[in-house]
């Protein structure tokens, strides 16, 4: 599954702000654009929110930018 990620950085949490549409999540970070931390925090908060690991998440498009589309395995299938 492909999920957009829109991505709020300098926040005071981290969290899952809103599902804007079924696969447009707005997620805010605590992480600095530096030295790629808020693409891990990105993984790690995905991650722990769908009970998937890490190496199962993965950004394909905009590791450079604010929004960024996210592959994670179908959760119908991992269960």
Do not use: W, Y
Request: glycine residues 2%.
């Amino acid at each position: 599954m492909i999920i957009e990620a829109r991505i709020h950085l300098n926040a005071k949490k981290d969290e899952i702000t809103s599902f804007q549409e079924p696969n447009i999540l707005n997620v805010s970070l605590r992480a600095a654009p530096i030295e790629n931390k808020a693409n891990i925090a990105v993984i790690e908060l995905l991650s722990k929110r769908f009970h998937i690991a890490k190496t199962l998440i993965s950004i394909k498009k905009g590791a450079h930018s604010r929004t960024k589309l996210i592959e994670i395995p179908d959760l119908t299938v991992l269960r």
